[in-house]
């Protein structure tokens, strides 16, 4: 079975533009997280995905925002970007069930480079 | 306020040594997660957890829930593990620990 693909895995934005990130999971899975991860901060949770529907959320402000398709492939969306996006973006696929108590199976990443 | 907190943050130790990161956190949970990170990004979820003890080769996982507090073990410790482990707690959303960076020296 395939892993998590996201796409692209490098980019490079400047201030003030808008980024639109990929997430295809795992087949089969129906739950897609995001992730956020700077060497300050850590890994964050970004919000969680399933079945077209955003069933939990972190404390990010409302410039990210994402979706999910009827496939469950998901995409992230930050506008307006600032410098502190500069980050790396995960997503990580799960059956479904619960994302609080099923394994997550990450993708490789997106790095996202404002300037 | 850090919902998780991890110790040690980076750990050197000699090839064949026992291993033990620690983990506490503050929140109501109902799963607590070990993820191993390798340089370059890539995150591999080694342990679910909410009660007891979980053993997975040389890797071994306890909990407390009364206590708040997880421990990932890692027995006869190999260069390959050097990696950074990172404790992370899910309930309506996830807290992440700020992971432990360890280094295993042949």
């Known amino acids: 079975k395939a892993g998590v693909t996201q796409t692209p895995r490098y980019l490079i934005k400047t201030r003030g533009q808008q980024v639109t990130l990929s997430c295809s999971p795992i087949?089969?899975?129906?739950?897609v997280s995001w992730y956020q991860q700077t060497p300050g901060q850590g890994l964050q949770f970004l919000f969680e995905?399933?079945?077209?529907?955003?069933?939990n959320k972190g404390n990010f402000p409302g410039r990210f925002s994402g979706r999910q398709f009827s496939n469950s492939r998901s995409e992230m969306n930050v506008s307006t970007l600032e410098l502190g996006d500069s980050a790396l973006y995960l997503c990580?696929?799960?059956?479904?069930?619960?994302?609080?108590?099923?394994?997550?199976?990450f993708g490789p990443g997106t790095r996202l480079l404002v300037l | 306020k850090n919902e998780v907190e991890q110790s040690p943050q980076n750990l050197t130790a000699q090839e064949e040594e026992f291993i033990t990161i620690n983990c506490s956190y503050s929140?109501?949970?109902?799963?607590l997660h070990w993820l191993q990170q390798h340089p370059g990004g890539g995150i591999v979820s080694l342990f679910m957890?909410?009660?007891g003890k979980k053993k997975h080769g040389r890797l071994i996982a306890t909990i407390n829930i009364q206590e708040k507090h997880s421990s990932l073990h890692i027995t006869a410790s190999h260069p390959r593990d050097s990696a950074v482990y990172i404790c992370?707690?899910?309930?309506?959303?996830?807290?992440f620990g700020t992971g432990t960076s360890l280094t295993v020296i042949p």
């Open positions: 992370a707690v899910s309930g309506n959303q996830f807290y």
């Open positions: 990580a696929s799960s059956l479904g069930t619960g994302m609080a108590q099923e394994t997550q199976y």
């Open positions: 995905y399933f079945s077209e529907t955003q069933r």
């Open positions: 929140v109501g949970i109902s799963a």
């Open positions: 957890l909410s009660s």
């Open positions: 087949s089969g899975h129906r739950s």
